[in-house]
């Protein structure tokens, strides 16, 4: 039971460098091809970064306070996660029907 702390902080850094590769993946892409789609996949990736860093550190501060105040901040970085997801996800979805329609 010590190394729950160790595993958790183990999964946000691989989550972490998972969101990073993807962001690099949305800014070569960005560069290659400016479009709606890809302005959209790039901003969803970008606030999901962003969420992700403030949400891992909030947590923190907010285990200090209270257990209550812990669920709310984690349900609070869930929902605008959840949010940037999907404008990254209206934006691949958006990339994949223009570029099948290129190539038909």
């Not at 595993?7 to 091809?33: D, E, N, P, Q, R």
């Not at 969803?44 to 901040?73: D, H, Y």
Request: aromatic fraction near 12%; include cysteine.
């Amino acid at each position: 039971m010590q190394d729950l702390p160790t595993y958790h902080l183990i999964a946000y850094v691989l989550s972490f460098l998972g969101y990073l590769i993807v962001l690099i993946g949305c800014i070569v892409l960005l560069i290659k091809k400016r479009s709606l789609a890809t302005v959209l996949m790039f901003t969803g990736m970008i606030l999901s970064v962003i969420f992700t860093v403030l949400g891992f550190f909030m947590n923190f501060i907010a285990a200090k306070s209270s257990p209550e105040e812990l669920v709310r901040n984690q349900g609070v970085f869930s929902t605008m996660n959840a949010l940037a997801y999907l404008l990254f996800g209206i934006g691949i979805l958006l990339l994949a029907i223009n570029w099948s329609r290129a190539r038909a």
